[in-house]
């Protein structure tokens, strides 16, 4: 089992949709957790981070975590054509500086 | 800032070639990470350092990667020989452990491909 699950896609939606994606993990160990956005060629940059339970609101982005569930999602409200990305996932435990990243979901934001 | 620079951002090379990848991380950022990422396994982590010094090297896939961080505003990865296997893409991150110790900035990347 991989440490960190989250589903390729790829996921096609109208503008104005309400996006979910999500991730799974195994290690119990992780305490940090990210969501990174990445456009067509060119590196990822950090959309979210939290590190407890719960949701985390920013503008028309929510983060939550489950920790007892070892599951994480993103969602984004009122979906634009320039959200059209790949969402990776990415986490870390402790004093760790390591990222463990899923592979990514592809998301377009259909006009 | 400029943020993190990467260089070349593309390469093509042949097979057996030695491949060196450049990059400057941000001023003031004590840890830099290189990553490599394929359709097949994602974004994997290949090293990291933090002052200069190379902390976790176990994402180095063989004795052919090779890393180095002279000083606080320059690393290479090295790949010699290089094989077809080796074509990603490869980042260079770059953090400062203050209040968001989790956060990497990214490089735009290199392109390699090995025919």
């Known amino acids: 089992q991989k440490e960190v699950e989250q589903d390729p896609g790829p996921l096609s939606v109208p503008e104005g949709a309400i996006v979910s994606l999500n991730c799974t993990y195994s290690n119990s160990a992780f305490q940090y957790f990210m969501w990174y956005r990445q456009y067509s060629r060119k590196g990822p940059e950090l959309l979210m981070y939290t590190y407890s339970s719960g949701n985390k609101e920013d503008g028309r982005f929510t983060a939550q975590v489950d920790k007892s569930s070892k599951y994480i999602s993103l969602f984004i409200r009122d979906s634009q054509p320039s959200d059209s990305a790949t969402y990776l996932c990415a986490m870390s435990g402790g004093s760790n500086y390591k990222l463990t990243f899923g592979k990514g979901t592809l998301l377009t934001v259909n006009p | 800032d400029a943020g993190v620079i990467q260089s070349p951002r593309h390469e093509v090379t042949e097979m057996g070639q030695e491949v060196t990848l450049r990059c400057k991380p941000i001023s003031g950022h004590d840890y830099l990470f290189w990553y490599r990422q394929t359709m097949m396994r994602g974004l994997e982590l290949l090293i990291y350092f933090n002052n200069n010094v190379p902390i976790d090297d176990s994402g180095m896939p063989e004795d052919r990667f090779s890393a180095k961080m002279p000083n606080a505003s320059f690393s290479t990865l090295k790949i010699q020989p290089s094989e077809p296997r080796d074509s990603a893409v490869y980042f260079c991150?770059?953090?400062?452990?203050?209040?968001?110790?989790?956060?990497?900035?990214f490089g735009p990347g290199t392109r390699l491909l090995v025919l």
């Open positions: 991150a770059s953090s400062f452990r203050g209040t968001s110790q989790e956060t990497q900035y």
